[in-house]
DNA sequence: CCGGATCCGTAACGATACTG
DNA sequence: CAGTATCGTTACGGATCCGG
């Protein structure tokens, strides 16, 4: 009847008391990108039942970490976005997010994994120096293999989208590949490096794509993420 | 009769393919403190089944997170112990652990709950400047409430053991409350302020309690833990 | 006593069907 | 589009048992 809990006055305990169930993550990890719809969700998760969306759903919202909106007038869809426990829970998840690129080898990839370049994009983006973004307004078309997302910059916010209808007003747009955006989130390559080796290729704007070179870390760590790291 | 997985090229579901099932990363944190043995696990994770702690063994070792080993001659006990993998999980785990604390309010903390002093301090420790404690080697007893637990700093190596056994050889005893605790990993408070408003308590050798002092930062909270914070 | 394995009832999840 | 209802399957929790 009641739902399960650890039992323990421990920070990490409730937190996962909260998020640490099935899918919960994830679904915060979609919503990372922006307000996304229930059939978004549905349609990105692939494999979670429609019943259980709509149970995570609602005990993200009655814990803080979301709330349901109704856009303006054209569209007037219903949609989820994260409050500020949520946002607040999206920086914290991009430690945990790097870790586990450890075991995003080639190897071990099943031939029928789902990809959205959006994925490891907003965990990038939560990595971009947010004062160097207050006067830009550029929208960035990442091609990642096969799959396509545009990261809008504007004054200060970022927002994901998947790349389906609007026509190419990007104004940057960004060529690479899963293991270029795995080796980088790894730590094994710089951006400037895989630029250099022609593992990333940019079109267009060269200011706006100097601009996102400049606003990103130049490397990416774990340990350059997480302050007061271990030495040894 | 596969691992259910989620299918899923993504670094956060990888992740959490490893370590998203219940009980996981709250094994982890037990192996924070430092190597523990089954029936300690058994014993601090009040209501994982006992056939659960042996799964959750087997698959964090095979993922490299762990491994087992026996320790030196007059104990020969087995031990379960943190690999490199673990050690950077337990700093990914830091932010999540802080964001969680949020939850830790005392309306909503359960009669029942259990408590143990070593939790926030597995936390509280991986904060530790490593570079200040190189040249230390110094034990400090935390009386948190009825809790207690003594961490050894010692050469830049923590271990936090349950305390039980070992006689009052302690350097510095540290005597304050849960809740004292919780507003300090919330960031609401401060370790100078908290030990000014008498809320921390500090006995013994005043060199070695001004080092504690030291070697911790002066506030906690995720926005200092975790870089690149998002400015608004 | 330590480090599990086995068994079984219950809770959580997944897939499909159905509804306002 | 945004869910609820139902039902078979998997995962978990508690107890018991077993070998070193």
């Known amino acids: 009847m009641t739902r399960r809990t650890y039992g323990q006055y421990c920070g990490l305990a409730r937190g996962l008391d909260v998020v640490g169930e099935r899918w919960t993550l994830l679904i915060v990890r979609e919503l990372m990108a922006g307000p996304r719809r229930y059939s978004d969700l549905l349609d990105a998760l692939d494999g979670i039942g429609t019943s259980l969306l709509a149970s995570r759903l609602r005990q993200l919202e009655d814990a803080g970490v979301l709330f349901k909106r109704r856009l303006p007038k054209p569209s007037a869809?219903?949609?989820?976005?994260?409050?500020?426990?949520g946002r607040e829970l999206a920086r914290a998840l991009v430690p945990l997010a790097?870790?586990?690129?450890?075991?995003?080898?080639?190897?071990?990839?099943?031939?029928?994994?789902?990809?959205r370049a959006e994925w490891p994009l907003v965990f990038i983006a939560q990595l971009i120096d947010r004062d160097k973004t207050q006067d830009l307004d550029y929208r960035y078309l990442f091609c990642i293999g096969d799959s396509q997302a545009l990261m809008q910059v504007r004054h200060g916010e970022i927002n994901?989208?998947?790349?389906?209808?609007?026509?190419?007003?990007?104004d940057v747009t960004i060529v690479t590949n899963e293991a270029t955006v795995v080796d980088i989130s790894a730590g094994r390559l710089t951006i400037t490096e895989a630029i250099q080796d022609g593992r990333i290729a940019l079109q267009g704007n060269d200011v706006a794509a100097a601009r996102l070179v400049d606003m990103l870390p130049e490397r990416i760590s774990l340990g350059s993420v997480v302050t007061s790291a271990i030495s040894e």
């Open 98 to 115: 790097l870790w586990g690129v450890r075991y995003q080898t080639n190897e071990e990839r099943q031939p029928d994994d789902t990809y």
């Open 160 to 170: 994901i989208f998947e790349h389906t209808s609007d026509p190419d007003d990007a």
């Open 77 to 85: 869809s219903l949609v989820y976005q994260l409050g500020d426990a």
